[in-house]
């Protein structure tokens, strides 16, 4: 019994489960090799209602609890979490766009994304850093009804497979901050537009690279909030990404979990399952212990996020502490299965994908400032 989720969320969450080993574990190292996401999959998925169900009806979308979307995405990345990164992507630039949008430029997208027929990045990281995100030097001019864009994005998601991305760019002087940058819906076969692929160690069927902007021109129409507002208005919906980021990496930690508690009741050594030995088993019960305990805090920062309540802090810790723990956890995981893991397969394919959640999408000492600032006053720990 799980106090957040209540019967039809648990039916969902079954169903996608159905689904993802069905459908999507089959080819999850084959997806690693190639590099290449199944589209027809993404189809699938939006012809289920499994692709950003949280999206109000008015745009094309269930009107379900965040929670539904956090059980979904749980459930396809204990298949394969590279491919999960659909459904994280769908979720959260489905909130900008239905928020910050205008409907007659903003509304196709968001009905071919909810369809599982588009694939939308979000670019906001520069090759000068990350972590500041409000200090953008890729620059926006407004010229007549256009926007010029120049400058380069770095380890975009989905950077050379996107059928369009959201650009955060400086239209306001450099000393102004988070109060200079505008948001930009960029169709991703705009002349002007480059992109290349990273060849990275994990969440190799998404993949990451670089976009390279050469004075690409937008219709003013495309911005998605107020200009010289983006900062503020559009990354509020981070919070919502960051408790889907901790049920991914978490529910990779668990189905390794699953395995190996399986693995280890079976395997003998001098005469006994190596579970008989506290070594073994009490690390993993450890492990175990903590898994499900950052599960129900994801759980409850999405639950909080339904009632409209304050969940940043809730959400940071999500972010910070989840893919750290489910790093360690497969890695445990790994070493307990011996040799045979260390081989490329399904466990060590899990280590290398969790890891970059360390990296990506906020690292652990900004979540750990975000944290501070709401616990003892933004005051109180400046920038």
Not at 92 to 105: F, K, M, S, T, Y
Not at 110 to 119: K, Y
Not at 134 to 162: F, M, P, W
Not at 191 to 215: K, S, V, Y
Request: charged letters at 20%; proline letters at 4%.
């Amino acid at each position: 019994m799980n106090p957040y989720l209540d019967a039809d969320l648990s039916a969902i969450a079954e169903q996608a489960r159905r689904f993802a080993t069905e459908r999507v574990a089959p080819g999850f190292q084959e997806r690693d090799r190639t590099r290449v996401l199944d589209r027809a999959l993404m189809r699938e998925m939006g012809a289920l209602g499994f692709i950003a169900p949280e999206l109000p009806e008015r745009v094309g979308g269930q009107g379900l609890p965040t929670l539904a979307a956090g059980v979904i995405v749980e459930a396809i990345a204990r298949a394969d979490l590279s491919l999960s990164y659909i459904n994280l992507l769908a979720s959260l630039n489905g909130q900008i766009l239905a928020e910050h949008g205008r409907p007659d430029v903003a509304g196709p997208w968001l009905q071919r994304l909810i369809r599982g027929e588009a694939l939308v990045a979000i670019a906001l990281t520069e090759p000068r850093g990350g972590s500041d995100a409000a200090n953008l030097r890729l620059r926006v001019e407004r010229v007549g009804a256009q926007y010029v864009i120049n400058g380069e994005k770095t380890s975009i998601s989905a950077a050379d497979q996107a059928d369009a991305v959201i650009v955060f760019g400086r239209t306001g002087t450099v000393d102004a901050g988070a109060h200079g940058v505008t948001a930009l819906l960029v169709p991703a076969d705009v002349p002007g537009l480059t992109r290349t692929r990273f060849d990275c160690h994990g969440q190799r069927a998404i993949g990451r690279g670089a976009l390279f902007f050469e004075n690409v021109r937008v219709p003013i129409d495309h911005r998605l909030g107020d200009e010289n507002r983006a900062f503020v208005q559009v990354m509020q919906g981070f919070d919502f990404s960051r408790a889907l980021i901790g049920l991914q990496v978490l529910a990779v930690a668990r189905v390794a979990l699953d395995e190996t508690w399986a693995h280890v009741a079976r395997r003998e050594a001098f005469g006994k399952p190596l579970s008989a030995f506290q070594g073994v088993s009490h690390p993993l019960a450890e492990l175990d212990t903590q898994v499900e305990a950052a599960r129900l805090l994801c759980l409850q920062a999405l639950w909080l996020k339904d009632r409209g309540a304050p969940h940043s802090a809730e959400a940071a810790m999500c972010k910070w502490w989840a893919p750290k723990l489910a790093y360690e956890t497969i890695h445990q995981c790994l070493l307990m299965h011996g040799h045979g893991a260390y081989d490329r397969g399904t466990m060590e394919q899990r280590l290398r994908d969790v890891l970059g959640f360390q990296i990506g999408d906020g690292t652990a000492q900004i979540m750990k400032t975000v944290i501070a600032r709401h616990r003892a006053g933004r005051g109180a720990v400046p920038a």
